[in-house]
Structures are given as structure tokens and as C-alpha cells.
């Protein structure tokens, strides 16, 4: 045992392994011009925030599309047109 009492770094660190966070890929958007729904991939190794254009695959339009993956792995996905961006 150390001074400090603990036996092993994983001791200090409170866990062997941290938990792993598995990313979603895919959000449910609604196209701001057209209004249908559209599922649009999203890369999960992309970075915490993510901005981009992308056209809607319905209507063809192009939108702005903002991620913002939270640190549970959820992507939280805004849509809206390039005049509102």
C-alpha cells in the first residue's frame, strides 16, 4: 500500500476503464422547405460540433445542417435553409 493509502493506480483512478460511449449515426430531421421528414447520417467521429450544407434528399434543396453530439452520444441536429443561417 502507498502513502496515500492506495494500492494500485486504477485504485486512484476509481475505475480500471471508462465507460464507453457509443454514438448515434442517424437523426430525424424535418426539411424546412419541403417539410417532409428525412433521415440524415450523422458522423460521430466528426467532432463535438459540426457544421455543414447538405441537400434534402426529397425536395433537393440546400440546408444548413448544425450537430452538436452530446456526451452521451446523442446528436442533437438543426436543419435550416442557407437565408436563415
Given at each position: 500500500m502507498?502513502?496515500?493509502?492506495?494500492?494500485?493506480?486504477?485504485d486512484?483512478?476509481?475505475?480500471e476503464?471508462?465507460?464507453?460511449?457509443?454514438?448515434?449515426?442517424?437523426?430525424?430531421?424535418?426539411?424546412?422547405?419541403?417539410?417532409?421528414?428525412v433521415e440524415?447520417?450523422?458522423?460521430?467521429?466528426?467532432?463535438?460540433?459540426?457544421?455543414?450544407?447538405?441537400?434534402?434528399?426529397?425536395c433537393?434543396?440546400?440546408?444548413?445542417?448544425?450537430?452538436?453530439?452530446?456526451?452521451?452520444?446523442?446528436?442533437?441536429?438543426?436543419?435550416?435553409?442557407?437565408?436563415?443561417?
Open positions: 502507498s502513502a496515500f493509502g492506495l494500492d494500485t493506480f486504477e486512484w483512478m476509481g475505475e476503464d471508462p465507460p464507453a460511449v457509443e454514438y448515434e449515426d442517424v437523426a430525424w430531421v424535418s426539411c424546412p422547405y419541403c417539410g417532409e421528414s440524415l447520417q450523422v458522423d460521430p467521429t466528426g467532432g463535438s460540433y459540426q457544421e455543414y450544407v447538405e441537400d434534402c434528399e426529397i433537393c434543396r440546400p440546408w444548413s445542417v448544425r450537430v452538436a453530439m452530446s456526451g452521451s452520444g446523442h446528436p442533437h441536429v438543426t436543419v435550416l435553409t442557407l437565408d436563415e443561417q
